[in-house]
C-alpha cells in the first residue's frame, strides 16, 4: 500500500477529529514537501519565509487595492504553507526534527505575524474582534519570550521550554478558527451584510476562546 493511501486511511478512519483533520493536511502537503525537501530547503527556513513575508503579502495587497479573489488565495496559500511545514519537520523520509528544535518557535509567530498583519487591515470593520484577537496573541508571545528569558536565568535548558511552548492541539484550531474569520473579514469588506458580520463574530469569539484555552495549556506546561 503506498503512503498516500495508508495516509489517506488514516485520515478517513482516524479516531479523532485532530487525527482526521492531520491526516488530511499530510496528504494534501506532502508532495510540495517532499519537492521543497529535494531541493534542499528546510522547514525552519520555511517558517522564516513565512514569517517575513506573509505580513508585507498582505500589505502589498492592502495598498494596491486587489480584489476579494487575491486575498482569498493568498489566504489560502499561507495556510498551506503551514501544513507543508510541519510535513517537512514531522515526515521520517524528510528532517524529522526533534521536538525542542527552533522550528518550534518560529512556527506559530510566522502564524500570528500572518493572522495579525490580516486582523489589522480589518481594524475599522471589527474594532473589538482585532484588539481582542492582537491582544491576546501579544499575551502568548510575551509568554514565551519571558518563560525562555527565564530559563536562562535558572539555568534550565532552553530547549526544555520550547519543547513546554509547542502548539496544542487548541493553537491548531484555532488558526483554522482564525484564518476563516479572515476570510469572512474580507468577503465582508468587499460586500457588508448583517448575516455575514454575525458569521464573523461568531467564528471569530470562537477563536478567541480557543486562544485563552491554548493560552491556559501554554501557561500550565510552564509552570508544571
Not at 495516509?7 to 514537501?33: H, Q
Request: glycine residues 6%; aromatic residues 10%.
Amino acid at each position: 500500500m503506498s503512503t498516500a493511501i495508508r495516509e489517506f486511511s488514516a485520515w478517513k478512519y482516524g479516531n479523532r477529529l485532530s487525527d482526521s483533520l492531520y491526516g488530511l493536511v499530510r496528504l494534501l502537503a506532502k508532495p510540495v514537501a517532499q519537492l521543497l525537501n529535494a531541493l534542499g530547503i528546510t522547514a525552519n527556513q520555511v517558517s522564516v519565509c513565512r514569517l517575513i513575508c506573509a505580513p508585507l503579502s498582505f500589505y502589498l495587497l492592502n495598498n494596491f487595492k486587489q480584489p476579494l479573489w487575491e486575498y482569498c488565495i493568498v489566504i489560502l496559500l499561507w495556510a498551506y504553507s503551514d501544513g507543508v511545514d510541519g510535513v517537512m519537520s514531522k515526515d521520517p523520509g524528510m528532517e524529522n526534527k526533534p521536538e525542542d528544535d527552533i522550528g518550534s518557535v518560529i512556527d506559530p509567530q510566522a502564524d500570528k505575524a500572518t493572522i495579525g498583519a490580516l486582523y489589522l487591515f480589518q481594524y475599522n470593520n471589527f474594532p473589538q474582534i482585532v484588539v481582542l484577537t492582537l491582544i491576546g496573541e501579544s499575551i502568548i508571545v510575551v509568554l514565551s519570550a519571558c518563560s525562555l528569558a527565564l530559563a536562562h536565568l535558572q539555568g534550565e535548558s532552553v530547549r526544555a521550554v520550547i519543547k513546554k511552548m509547542r502548539a496544542s492541539y487548541w493553537g491548531k484550531f484555532k488558526f483554522v478558527l482564525e484564518t476563516t474569520s479572515a476570510l469572512l473579514m474580507v468577503w465582508y469588506a468587499a460586500s457588508p451584510s448583517r448575516g455575514l458580520e454575525t458569521i464573523v463574530v461568531i467564528t471569530s469569539t470562537a477563536a478567541i476562546f480557543l486562544m485563552i484555552m491554548s493560552l491556559l495549556a501554554k501557561v500550565k506546561k510552564v509552570l508544571g
